[in-house]
């Protein structure tokens, strides 16, 4: 079974301030995602990431896949209440019968 | 609003009973994945349909079974229900049939089994 790693589990910060998340693994995957979800809801793509070293940016939010395809961040610049929520990342198997495998979260609370 | 539907929105059944959960799709998604969310094992894979046809299994138990029908809308049997089995269920759907690219998910079914 492959694991997929968030850091940390927990942050809270202010409004302002800018956090990294962290998604790590020891195994490739075809591509990386990740979700924001709020309570009571179902998680919402931000992203899929595909090529090893890519970067995007949302907005305020910059991703990147590592070189190997191992592993992701997320990064937020000068976070805002509305960034609350728990942050997941999932990565793909290759092949037709693969399935996503969901990070371990990180839920981010951004105080004013 | 993702555009996917799960019926119903909470569930509270006894132990040993036996529970549907409804998921349709988005209009066009062939692909439908079934996914257990619990506080200490995070959110689960546990079947995807695409086409009416199973395509990938996960960590389903022999007690849980699915199906998606020829209108493309899925159903999740839960059976000889137990305390363990207490969680949020989503569905999520996608036009294709690889799970790499983006699911749509459902706003879920909160099961308590008491």
């Known amino acids: 079974t492959q694991l997929l790693e968030q850091s940390p589990q927990f942050l809270s910060i202010q409004e302002g301030e800018n956090l990294t998340v962290y998604c790590n693994s020891s195994s490739v995957f075809s591509s990386l995602q990740w979700y924001r979800q709020e309570p009571g809801e179902g998680p919402v793509l931000l992203v899929t990431?595909?090529?090893?070293?890519e970067v995007k940016k949302l907005k305020r939010l910059t991703f990147q896949f590592g070189d190997a395809r191992k592993d992701s961040s997320l990064h937020i610049t000068a976070a805002q209440p509305g960034d609350t929520g728990l942050y997941l990342c999932a990565g793909a198997e290759t092949g037709t019968a693969s399935k996503l495998t969901f990070g371990t979260g990180t839920r981010l609370q951004v105080t004013l | 609003d993702s555009g996917v539907t799960q019926t119903p929105k909470h569930l509270i059944t006894a132990t040993g009973q036996r529970v549907t959960l409804r998921c349709s799709p988005r209009s066009g998604d062939l692909s439908v994945y079934w996914y257990q969310q619990s506080l200490d094992q995070g959110l689960q894979f546990l079947i995807q349909y695409y086409n009416g046809e199973e395509r990938a299994k996960g960590n389903i138990l022999e007690r849980f079974s699915a199906q998606q029908f020829p209108d493309l809308h899925s159903e999740l049997n839960l059976s000889s229900l137990e305390l363990g089995d207490s969680a949020l269920y989503f569905c999520?759907?996608?036009?294709?049939?690889?799970?790499?690219?983006?699911?749509?998910f459902g706003p879920g079914t909160r099961l308590t089994v008491t």
């Open positions: 990431v595909v090529t090893g070293g």
């Open positions: 999520a759907s996608s036009p294709r049939g690889h799970p790499g690219y983006e699911q749509y």
